[in-house]
């Protein structure tokens, strides 16, 4: 038997051979990657044993927690009767068929169909091709740009990064023509001096107006927003901020998309983000917690209006091997059987969103907190030198990392955007584990 390798070989191998993610590989390879071997429920535990409170779900996506067999053997099974298929050229299969189904139930009324992704990515990407689509059938393909936000995270490919508004991605040569940034509705770093939150937030919505009258409606296709900023910052918008974007949207003639990678699958205390927030979406974006994260699965649902165009184009020459894998459509039903059975929306709304609030709004007393805002199971905490002043930290992002470093090193995974620190825990965890959330991250 071969004797498993140690935290050093492991480390050594990864450093030799891994490019990661969103990192600086060579800085990593000198400090050594944490190696995760195991979880369960909301616990990690790496090589060495440590355990480790995982605050954001992985990458907010573990919403049912860690160590489902449910989903676990329902993936097995699966694989055993049909590990791959494709839903390309008139065939179909049944976990796709089940998938769809359930789907549309749970999602709001207007949504009937889905058009299946293996990522929020690629997902995001579906989008752009559903977007144009519909305006060339409709005769109008002058219609092509797409309006985001500054600080919107839509994803890693070259069309998801280009709809995204992180600057230190555009900044590495991503950017194409067709997408359009407006403000993010981020009260506690963009306010004007003596602006209410109502304010800030009909101000920050009516920059979708003047950018379209700007532009000119006729060339605006659609525009895409995370109902919660996550990977932003975790940004909550003014109450008034949602309705002006809902009336804007109404009155003009443009698509509204919602990107519910993270917010989807009872984040904010709904099944989705825009039911928290009373908007009416055109396309609905899905990944992350659709599957739990368990397998990679995404989703684009359509909403019934332009569904009926497209079945007007023929053919629509997009779609992934993977749209609708078997195995990740089989962890997609067992998940969300586990999310409607153990009534965990419900949870959120109604226990664990409002006794993690009420806790986590008093680390806003701390004299380095400037916010500590929190709706559903996601939160953040604006880390600051002047909480009066809202001033912010002379070297964006240092004293963000260094306190995300500091708390992994306590055992609890928070994540740092600029000097933000978020998190984001899986949905079922309890309350004494939100306790142990919040005096870990108090340390
Ligand atoms: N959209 C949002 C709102 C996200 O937060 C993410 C990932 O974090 C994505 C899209 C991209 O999803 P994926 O990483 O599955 O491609």
Redesign the pocket.
């Known amino acids: 038997m071969t004797q498993p390798r140690t935290t050093a070989e492991l480390r050594a191998l990864d450093a030799a051979h891994h490019l990661h993610p969103f990192s600086d590989t060579k800085a990593l390879n000198d400090e050594g990657s944490r190696v995760i071997v195991k979880a369960e429920g909301v616990w990690l535990t790496d090589s060495e044993g440590n355990r480790i409170l995982d605050g954001m779900s992985g990458?907010?996506c573990v919403n049912v927690g860690y160590g489902r067999e449910e989903i676990a053997d329902a993936v097995a099974a699966q694989l055993r009767e049909l590990p791959y298929y494709n839903t390309f050229f008139k065939t179909t299969h049944v976990p796709a068929i089940e998938l769809s189904a359930k789907l549309a139930e749970l999602t709001p009324p207007q949504f009937n169909r889905v058009f299946f992704t293996g990522?929020?990515?690629?997902s995001?990407d579906t989008v752009i091709r559903l977007v144009r689509r519909y305006w060339d059938i409709k005769e109008q393909p002058e219609k092509k740009v797409i309006i985001s936000r500054r600080n919107a995270?839509?994803?890693?490919t070259v069309g998801?990064a280009n709809l995204g508004g992180m600057a230190p991605m555009h900044a590495q040569n991503v950017a194409l023509p067709g997408v359009v940034h407006i403000a993010q509705p981020y009260f506690w770093g963009e306010a004007r001096q003596g602006e209410t939150p109502e304010e800030f937030g009909l101000r920050t919505a009516r920059a979708l107006e003047t950018t379209i009258d700007a532009l000119g409606e006729d060339r605006i296709a659609a525009f895409i927003a995370?109902p919660i900023q996550?990977?932003g910052g975790v940004i909550i918008p003014p109450a008034t901020y949602w309705p002006e974007i809902a009336r804007i949207c109404r009155e003009r003639d443009i698509l509204f998309i919602s990107?519910e990678?993270?917010c989807g699958f009872g984040r904010t205390g709904k099944w989705f983000g825009c039911e928290t927030f009373g908007t009416q979406p055109d396309l609905l974006?899905m990944?992350?917690g659709i599957t739990s994260g368990y397998l990679p699965l995404?989703g684009v649902m359509v909403a019934d209006r332009v569904v009926d165009v497209l079945l007007e184009g023929g053919d629509f020459n997009h779609g992934y091997t993977y749209s609708g894998h078997p195995a990740a459509c089989a962890a997609a039903l067992a998940n969300l059987a586990i999310m409607q059975r153990e009534k965990i929306v419900d949870y959120v709304a109604d226990d664990a969103g409002p006794y993690l609030k009420a806790q986590w709004s008093k680390l806003a007393e701390h004299p380095l907190v400037g916010e500590a805002p929190m709706l559903g199971m996601v939160g953040a905490l604006e880390l600051t030198p002047d909480k009066i002043g809202r001033t912010k930290f002379p070297d964006v992002g240092k004293v963000g990392t260094l306190a995300r470093d500091f708390s992994f090193r306590n055992g609890l995974v928070m994540r740092a955007t600029r000097d933000r620190l978020i998190i984001a825990p899986p949905l079922v965890i309890s309350h004494g584990e939100m306790d142990e959330l919040v005096a870990r991250a108090k340390k």
Not at 153 to 156: I, K, L, M, Q, T
């Open positions: 990458l907010w990522s929020g990515s690629e995001n995270y839509h994803g890693s998801a995370e996550g990977a990107d990678v993270i974006v990944a992350k995404g």
